[in-house]
């Protein structure tokens, strides 16, 4: 038997797409924190007979489901019938006197008449009991489902949101709570090797059945380690940083962060510690540095701002880059991005500075500098300028994501120092380093 | 039988609440626009037996099922075999010599060696057929699984959104495209009017029974309409725009674009047919507005570039504020704002500047300027200079998109012209004009 609680998303706007199934995530998060173990996730219509048969399998299947939506007093929403289809076969929905009550004095406090089909919402199998919603007119319902010897606890929640977290904060966990069985949960996030790199580095850490688990996932350049321990509170804790110690120790300075933190916030800390300020010259990420740089806040603390040079005369007038090289070697090249970036710390004054040019597509490209072909420059006052040529697959917003973070990417490694920096910028033609 | 298409995603991430499952509800939006029924979704973890079950279960009770995700090169990566369980019990994984083949010359283009987990990519069932992915390493498998007299066509893509959305839109929809019932569905994008107002324009059109449909929703200070008709693909697409064209004429030249055309290209347009040039002068904002507006394809045409002022002595050095304007009205200030965009346009040399001055918090607010004070201010050449106040509710990444958009829309209104700007520059204090 799977002692993990199933996730059950009722309603037609989310099988068509119209929203986003925010509910879900947010109730797997939450199980996990209170030592329960999200299972399948599934999402159906509003249609009776599938509803009460997704209920029905995640129910002999889990320990408990969760159930979320269709609980409004319109004939579209099925979950009271579909729950007494699986807990109470054959029987028929009763009303609930406290149930009527929260109803009447919902509508009497708003100084509204109740629509008739609002009584809708105090029905419930005979069974079952009703979950207070001190946010919205609809109750939760909380049920026991029995095969043979296997017993699944199902609570029903409102829909919205704002009505679903507290009554599943206030009402389910402290049934559900399990401090035994915790699922303690982490990721480290890295930049500068590709997946299957880290994966071989982690090695048997990653094999599957391995208690922590350990498993990676990628977006925009960025390769995500995710640790999993599940056991006692304490002892899954434990286990869990045990096993990020060990990642920690394979991957080395490749990971930049933990959890939600990111890149950009751990440079600035890295600045803020060593009193350190930091400017950008922009030409393909056309600003996207600086938003992800300002979108930490304090930033103000290191960050002096910068030049968005997307027009070749900017980044003369604005930088000081000299025409000449524009001309010589082009927008997109080492020459180009190195003047920028040495042209940032002057005019700007700061110790560090970033720069990018790029062909970000979809037109621009050529032979030698396809779409996708990226410099990334760090300078570093009364020390090296630095420039990596990249390729990096994908779109136009892809190929500026990927470069807004590797250039943060490179200002760290540029801070860790020497040795560092030499894992990501790999040697031959794809670098260049200069004095600053 | 089912003639709907099931959706099943893949990944202990989703099941875990670690990311968001947006393809999910990218497909079921796809699938309609193709005049398929999205039909159940499931989501479930890296798990070889609960993920063939679940496709298995899918495959026998829908025409067609759509799997997102685990096709990576490592061993948590478990699609493939799944896959196998369901269409070939027994059998074996083979090696796919065009898979093979995609593999090395992905990595060969990138001068990066293969590592050798990553040919775990090139297998499938043995009746299955790989889908090409130019856009990562892993390729999509299409396989055929039958039950009785059951035949249910399945597709395993990629998760990364950037591979998956280009392989439904070019090798799966081809196969699944059903013109006789289609949702045809667009949405009007609109900036300057509250959700409430710009709804009892709409009026009846919004009630709900309403053949084709029209709802709203907001979004970062954007007000969407979307429109949906359902039916035989000429009779939804008329019936569509029809409703369209009635809608546009309840709200005027308060919506700026259709689907998915952001504000920055409509104001591209705008600028390019006009001949004309822009810059930016941002501080809260930080980058972000420049990086909205290089997001679109040829803004080099008419952007020339900005300065992101966060310091004080960059808005005076780089923009030329004047000191004591900051000391005696604030960096946050109508003054300020004024003198960036001024700055920016004398500057840079454009015809037209937006500056953007605020708190985003969730420091730096005060009684008299609380966090989610902002002025924008649009400055054209020979011609007027413009300070709008706004304040925004929210947190700072809130705060900082809704300053973007408007200075976008506050340039859109300034473009459009003096009737039109009145209509989102309400008068009073909040808003100041002089001459540029």
Redesign the interface.
Known sequence: MNCAVAILSVGDE?????????N??????AL?SIGRT???????GDDRA?LAD?LRTLASTHAAVIVTGGLGPTLDDLTREALLDVVSPGAVLVEDEAGVEHLRGWFEKRGRPMPASNLRQAMRPPNARLLANPHGTAPGIAARATFDAHVCEIFCLPGPPNEMKPMFDNLVAPVLRDDANV?A?A?LHSIGL????L??RLGEL???GREP?V?????DGIVSI?V?ATGPRNAAQAALEATIAECLSRTGNIVYGRDGEPLAAVVGRMLAERNLTLS?A?S????????????V????AW?????????N??KIA?LGVPAATIETHGAVSHETAIAMARGALAR?NTHLAIATTGV????GGSEAKPVGTVYVAVAARDGDVFSRRF?F??????V?RRTAHLALACTRFALLGEGARALLWSEGEAVRVERA
């Open positions: 989310l099988v068509l797409g119209q929203i986003e199934d925010t879900a995530s947010w109730l797997s998060r996990q999200p299972g399948e996730r599934r999402t159906v599938r997704a699922v949960t990721a590709g997946e299957s790199t994966a071989e990653m094999e599957r688990s498993g990676t996932t990628a977006s995710r999993r950008t922009e393909c990420t056309g600003g996207m540095l600086g938003s992800f740089i300002t979108d806040a304090g930033s103000s960050y002096m701002g910068g030049a968005v040079t997307y027009a005369e900017r604005d700007f970000a597509g979809p037109g390729h697959p994908g779109d136009r917003t892809t500026r």
